[in-house]
């Protein structure tokens, strides 16, 4: 059972344009979500959270947009830089419970 | 800046024979987690634990796997009898407390079952 979705396996953008990458989730008790980086060979990096008191969460490049109504997130990075090629993982937790359920990834290319 | 360290890196072992993971998380962090990814698969949860017991485990986590905080620092993964399947990155992450934890991922230790 996949509670936390991610459709796009890839996504190429050049450049300084922005990047979005987006996450669905089918559990309503989800009140905290994560994206994470993740380089080849290498464990997933942190890189921003927002809990569901907030509907935006901003970071430098790194904007996490939520919408509870739709169970949608997505992860705006403005602008994208070659070092940004990764694969993104969003990841949600319920306060009642006691893992992150993360999504498949969406590897990322920043086209120079 | 504190992080959680893995050991091995690389673990190649022969099918059925045991293994064991090693862990360090950060100090003061109370949730430990594993986790893996098979190559070109998504991070699959293995099993989480808190205040020295399991508190949840996934349908992958059978009766060939344990974890253990043997001395208060290290956190550690046992498979019994290893598969060819067992094949994979193994994450090991930890959080402080729960109601605003973010998980911190150590850097993997890639096993290899031939």
């Known amino acids: 059972d996949q509670q936390v979705k991610q459709n796009s396996p890839s996504l190429s953008v050049q450049e300084g344009r922005i990047s979005i990458l987006n996450c669905d989730y089918t559990?309503?008790?989800?009140?905290?979500f994560l994206w994470y980086k993740k380089y080849p060979a290498e464990g997933p990096t942190f890189l921003i959270s927002i809990s569901s008191i907030k509907d935006k969460n901003e970071d430098g490049r790194f904007t996490v947009f939520l919408n509870k109504s739709a169970k949608h997130l997505s992860l705006h990075i403005v602008p994208s830089q070659p070092g940004d090629s990764a694969v993104y993982f969003c990841?949600?937790?319920?306060?009642?419970?006691?893992?992150?359920?993360f999504g498949t990834g969406t590897s990322l290319t920043v086209i120079p | 800046e504190p992080e959680v360290t893995q050991t091995p890196s690389h673990q190649v072992t022969q099918m059925g024979q045991e293994v064991i993971l090693r862990c360090v998380p950060i100090s003061n962090h109370l949730y430990f987690y594993w986790y893996r990814q098979i190559l070109g698969q998504k991070v699959e949860f293995l099993v989480s634990?808190?205040?020295?017991?399991?508190?949840?485990k996934s349908e992958i986590f059978d009766d060939q796997f344990s974890v253990e905080r043997p001395d208060g620092s290290n956190f550690t993964l046992k498979i019994r009898s290893t598969k060819l399947e067992d094949s994979a990155m193994y994450f090991c992450?930890?959080?402080?407390?729960?109601?605003?934890?973010?998980?911190?991922f150590g850097q993997g230790t890639r096993l290899t079952v031939v």
């Open positions: 990841a949600a937790s319920a306060a009642t419970g006691n893992q992150f359920y």
């Open positions: 992450a930890s959080s402080g407390p729960w109601d605003r934890g973010l998980a911190f």
């Open positions: 634990f808190y205040n020295n017991e399991i508190s949840e």
């Open positions: 559990n309503s008790m989800f009140d905290y």
